[in-house]
């Protein structure tokens, strides 16, 4: 979980770039969660990290996003991580999420799909999404499009502490994870368990 203390990195437990970008509103069911992207350089830091983008691109995208277009790209892809938060969580839960969650999600999957490109590199055809001040929102816009109609979601899971509920995909061999982090939260419930039952 995130510590009081801005960090210069995020905790990526999430293994998918759609979940670690919910995870980024952290203490989510606490009454004050906390905000892990306030601007646009939090944004591209955390696009980079998952390693979606370059540094060099990232560096780039500084140069050309100091107007206000960058707060509103962040606050677009605020926008977009809610919208997944309410599709992931509901779908958890085994409840059908509402249809302006998916409506937003949509607008959000066809303007980045708008500006995917096919070009031609070293033998071979790739999409490649060109680097405006929206490339951020528009690669995590196709993360989350492709893990939300994949068969992964089947393995999508919420950590077992309630006050934290990160979101992960649960690669383990029995598909038995329980936490975001066993350092963190799990040791932290086992800790909360044991003590309950020495009252």
Same mark, same amino acid.
């Given at each position: 979980?995130? /510590?009081?203390?801005?960090?210069? %990195?995020?905790?990526?437990?999430?293994?998918?770039?759609?979940?670690?970008?919910?995870?980024?509103?952290?203490?989510?069911?606490?009454? /004050? *969660?906390? @905000?892990?992207?306030?601007?646009?350089? #939090?944004?591209?830091?955390?696009?980079?990290?998952?390693? +979606?983008?370059?540094?060099?691109?990232?560096?780039?995208? =500084?140069?050309?996003?100091?107007?206000?277009?960058? !707060? %509103?790209?962040? !606050?677009?892809?605020? @926008?977009?991580? @809610?919208?997944?938060?309410?599709?992931?969580?509901?779908?958890?839960?085994?409840?059908?999420?509402?249809?302006?969650?998916?409506?937003?999600? %949509? /607008?959000?999957?066809?303007? !980045?799909?708008? =500006?995917?490109?096919?070009?031609?590199?070293?033998? =071979?055809?790739?999409?490649?999404?060109?680097? $405006? *001040?929206? +490339? *951020?929102?528009?690669?995590?816009?196709?993360?989350? $499009?492709?893990? +939300?109609t994949s068969g992964n979601m089947d393995m999508v899971r $919420?950590?077992?502490?309630?006050?934290?509920?990160?979101?992960?995909?649960?690669t383990s061999k029995n598909h038995t994870r329980r936490w975001? #982090?066993?350092?963190?939260?799990? /040791?932290?419930?086992?800790?909360?368990?044991?003590?309950? %039952? =020495?009252?």
């Open positions: 979980m995130a /510590n009081a203390v801005k960090r210069t %990195q995020f905790e990526l437990v999430g293994c998918h770039p759609a979940l670690d970008l919910v995870n980024t509103l952290d203490w989510r069911f606490r009454e /004050n *969660p906390e @905000e892990l992207i306030t601007s646009y350089a #939090d944004l591209v830091r955390f696009v980079v990290q998952c390693g +979606l983008m370059t540094a060099a691109q990232g560096r780039r995208l =500084h140069r050309i996003a100091r107007t206000s277009k960058a !707060a %509103q790209v962040a !606050a677009q892809t605020r @926008e977009l991580r @809610e919208a997944a938060a309410r599709v992931f969580y509901v779908a958890i839960d085994g409840d059908d999420p509402q249809l302006d969650a998916l409506q937003d999600l %949509q /607008n959000c999957f066809r303007e !980045a799909e708008a =500006h995917r490109c096919l070009r031609w590199s070293q033998g =071979h055809l790739r999409w490649e999404v060109p680097a $405006a *001040p929206e +490339l *951020p929102l528009w690669l995590l816009s196709l993360e989350t $499009a492709q893990l +939300l $919420a950590c077992g502490n309630p006050e934290c509920r990160w979101l992960f995909l649960d975001c #982090d066993m350092k963190i939260c799990g /040791n932290r419930m086992k800790a909360r368990r044991f003590k309950a %039952q =020495h009252r």
